[in-house]
T-cell receptor, first 116, second 114 residues
Framework: AQSVTQLDSQVPVFEEAPVELRCNYS??????LFWYVQYPNQGLQLLLK??????LVESINGFEAEFNKSQTSFHLRKPSVHISDTAEYFC??????????????FGGGTRVLVKP | DSGVTQTPKHLITATGQRVTLRCSPR?????VYWYQQSLDQGLQFLIQ???????AKGNILERFSAQQFPDLHSELNLSSLELGDSALYFC?????????????FGEGSRLTVL
C-alpha cells in the first residue's frame, strides 16, 4: 500500500514570490508520482508527473518538481507565483501501471493563496 | 475540458434518501474511478471499474454501490443518506492500456444532505 503526506495544509504567499509545496510518500514498491491542481469550483487537473528518467520535471506554467528517492519526496516549486495560481494542490502516487489502470493515492492537499 | 462528464453538478437531498450520480468517461477509456472529497477526509478512493467489472475497492460504505454499463458509463448509488455523506464526488477515467497512470477527472457532483 502507498501513502502520501503533504506537510502543509495551507501556504499563503505574495504575488511574484517563490513557493514550495512539500510531498513525502511511503511505498514498498516503486511508484509513479503526480501533482494535480484543483482551481476553485473545478475538478482536478494534472500539473506534472514523474514516471522515470530525469528526476526534475516541469509543467508548462512554470512549476517544477524533483523526485528524491532517498528522501521519498516529490516537492513542487515555482520561482514566482501569480494570482491565478491560487488553488489547491494534490500530490499523488500510483504503483507500476497495470493494464487495467491503477487508482491514485492522494495526499491531503495544500491550499495556496496568492496575495497581491 | 477533461472529456469526463458528470451529472448532476449539484444535488440537495434529505437524510435517508437515495441518489444516483452518473459519469461518462473519456471516449475510449475503459476504466472508471470514483472518489469522494470532503473537508475532513480529503480525497478518498471509493471504487474502480474496468470494462464493466469491479477492479478495485477502497473506502466505500456498504450503503454505496456502483456499476459500469456496457456503454462504459458508470453510476454511483448512495442510499440511506446521512449528513456526513455531504461531499464532492469525482469520477475519473484512464486510458485503455492504463496509460502512464494519469487519471482524467470530471468536475464533480456536489452532494448536500440536509
Amino acid at each position: 500500500a502507498q501513502s502520501v503526506t503533504q506537510l502543509d495544509s495551507q501556504v499563503p504567499v505574495f504575488e511574484e514570490a517563490p513557493v514550495e509545496l512539500r510531498c513525502n510518500y511511503s511505498s514498498s514498491v516503486s511508484v509513479y508520482l503526480f501533482w494535480y491542481v484543483q482551481y476553485p469550483n473545478q475538478g482536478l487537473q494534472l500539473l506534472l508527473k514523474y514516471l522515470s528518467g530525469s528526476t526534475l520535471v516541469e509543467s508548462i506554467n512554470g512549476f517544477e518538481a524533483e523526485f528524491n528517492k532517498s528522501q521519498t519526496s516529490f516537492h513542487l516549486r515555482k520561482p514566482s507565483v501569480h494570482i491565478s495560481d491560487t488553488a489547491e494542490y494534490f500530490c499523488a502516487v500510483t504503483p507500476p501501471i497495470k493494464a487495467a489502470g491503477n487508482k491514485l493515492t492522494f495526499g491531503g492537499g495544500t491550499r495556496v493563496l496568492v496575495k497581491p | 475540458d477533461s472529456g469526463v462528464t458528470q451529472t448532476p453538478k449539484h444535488l440537495i437531498t434529505a437524510t435517508g434518501q437515495r441518489v444516483t450520480l452518473r459519469c461518462s468517461p473519456r471516449s475510449g477509456d475503459l476504466s472508471v474511478y470514483w472518489y469522494q472529497q470532503s473537508l475532513d477526509q480529503g480525497l478518498q478512493f471509493l471504487i474502480q471499474y474496468y470494462n464493466g467489472e469491479e477492479r478495485a475497492k477502497g473506502n466505500i460504505l456498504e450503503r454505496f454501490s456502483a456499476q459500469q454499463f456496457p456503454d462504459l458509463h458508470s453510476e454511483l448509488n448512495l442510499s440511506s443518506l446521512e449528513l456526513g455523506d455531504s461531499a464532492l464526488y469525482f469520477c475519473a477515467s484512464s486510458a485503455r492500456t492504463g496509460g502512464n497512470g494519469e487519471l482524467f477527472f470530471g468536475e464533480g457532483s456536489r452532494l448536500t444532505v440536509l
